[in-house]
């Protein structure tokens, strides 16, 4: 049965190309439009068909995209909400604010339809619904993907008939935490995607602003977002956060979030630890930034102690750096709940791999950080 989508845009041009895209897919269908937020209430709450997915606008007349999410969040049994915004300065604090309050994820507009980009929008677009409808399994090519890449002479649970996706369970394939001095110099790197701003929300601010260690991000957005987001968890904090930059010199008691549109690592220079940002590096896995390769260039630094948390979100980033980075440094891995993720595509694969020491919910997340970090 296909899944039915109601799209809402003030722009006929919008309406039309999303019908299309949508349309041209056989596990969807457009069922209804609607040019405003108000309109596309009363289409929800009269129509006979039952919307699965809502593609949702910003700035629209009588009742903008904000407005309209504050009323739907009132209904039981509401459709998931896809945003389609603008790179806009006031449609990224805008997009950030939707997030927040409860939208699945978001796609960002096309600059200018019939480019490049229209074909890599469409792609985005379908690829969202399919996983806001349960229509593709979020993580499990991942995990099929990293099996090889994990797989050990200890542990041949990826063999068929003895398998993490045959079983739903995790065998264990890194050693016990080991407890380093208050004294020693820690890290925590933290990687999340779909449902990340809303999740981070319930962990950045409830650090505490002398914690013993200077805190990484890898938030999935593009570049345009990043800058904002940090701004918005920035006044929700005690703790000082902001978008990363070239040439940062880590800092306790300081959050980075990775610049959308870029790679970061994270370097050895004279006796300091300091961000290095490179936007002309291509997507890997289709992710700029992506956690992976953040991971990565932790391998040369020199932290005693780094805690990794991996958060909701769809696919498997995270996994194999974290294996890489386990293989040389101590660990402490924190992987998010299924029952809290908005998608449990990432800490999925973490789990099954055989790579956390513990899963607890979104709201244990940052008192796990804060005591095994610390405070100074």
Known sequence: MKKNILIIDD??????????????????????????????????????????????????????????????????????????????????????????????????????????????????????????????????NSIKQKADELQTTETNYFTPGNSFLDSGKSTRVRSLHKTVPATANKLVAIASSTGGPKALQQVIPFLPKNLNAPVLIVQHMPSGFTKSFAGRLNEMSEIAVKEAEEGDVLEKGKVYIAKGGAQMRIRNKGGSHVIELNEEEPARGGLKPCADIMYESLLECDFDDITCVVLTGMGGDGTSGIKQLNEKHNLYVIGQDEATCTVYGMPRVLYEAGLTDTVVPLDKVADKITTNVGVR
């Open 11 to 140: 722009s006929a041009l919008m309406r039309r190309l999303m019908s299309d895209i949508i349309n041209e897919d056989e596990r969807f269908i457009v069922c209804d439009t609607a040019c405003d937020g108000l309109e596309a209430l009363q289409k929800i709450t009269e129509s006979p068909v039952k919307f699965d997915v809502v593609l949702l606008d910003i700035n629209m007349p009588k009742m903008n995209g904000i407005e309209f999410l504050a009323e739907l969040n009132k209904m039981i049994g509401k459709p998931r909400v896809i945003v389609v915004s603008s790179i806009a300065k006031e449609g990224t604090a805008q997009t950030i604010r939707l997030l927040e309050q409860g939208a699945f994820d978001f796609v960002t507009k096309p600059v200018g339809l019939f480019s490049d980009y229209e074909s890599i929008f469409a792609n985005k677009l379908l690829n969202c619904i399919a996983c806001a409808t349960g229509l593709q399994k979020a993580g499990l």
